[in-house]
């Protein structure tokens, strides 16, 4: 049975994604994914990146944090459920929404979002993210306290110094073929014009 896989990479607020997607038939839905976060060289970065959750903590792992550069990992499934089972994965012509920590999964108020984005500059400024490709694959990233979860390219969030929004991943796979894709999703950042 093949599934999709999608591994992500964020660089200076940048992600790389591979996607393998499989035939898709399956009796329960899950992929595994990682996206790695690396922020600026210093604590001084207009944004902060940071995951949320305590996904590192147990054995179905969704999440890890640290390094140098400090980096965030996510994998979906997590990475103890791809170990008893590596044909989890992505179907085809499906929409995934990753909004919570897969380490939380017994917590009756679980922390709601995958990453946090933090205004640590000196003006307000509104975020979005890119997802330029070739493929039909759809990667985007949402506001998870957004009731009607718009996509930020569509509906930026407006951050003044000091604010943040926790956001969850998105992932469209209506039209994509079977096998392996290279994405980049992109955060932006652009100031308030006042």
């Known amino acids: 049975m093949n599934r999709r896989t999608i591994i992500a990479g964020l660089g200076s607020l940048t992600a790389s994604s591979m996607l393998a997607v499989g035939t898709g038939a399956f009796t329960s839905v899950s992929a595994e994914r990682r996206l790695t976060v690396e ?111 718009a996509a930020l390219r569509d509906d930026p969030a407006n951050l003044d110094v000091g604010d943040s929004v926790d956001v969850g991943f998105r992932i469209r796979t209506f039209g994509t073929d079977v096998g392996t894709f290279e994405e980049t999703l992109t955060i932006v950042a652009e100031r308030v014009e006042e």
């Open 39 to 149: 922020t600026a060289g210093d604590n001084n970065a207009l944004l902060r990146l940071k995951q949320l959750g305590d996904g590192s903590e147990v054995f179905r792992a969704r999440s890890l944090e640290g390094g140098s550069p400090e980096q965030v990992g996510f994998s979906f499934p997590g990475t103890g459920e791809l170990d008893e089972n590596p044909d989890l994965g992505l179907g085809p012509d499906s929409v995934y929404e990753f909004d919570r920590d897969s380490g939380e999964s017994d917590d009756p108020a679980p922390t709601e979002g995958l990453l946090r984005i933090e205004n640590q500059g000196t003006q307000p400024v509104e975020i979005y993210s890119n997802h330029e490709t070739d493929s039909e694959l759809e990667i985007e990233l949402y506001d998870v306290s957004d009731a009607d979860r």
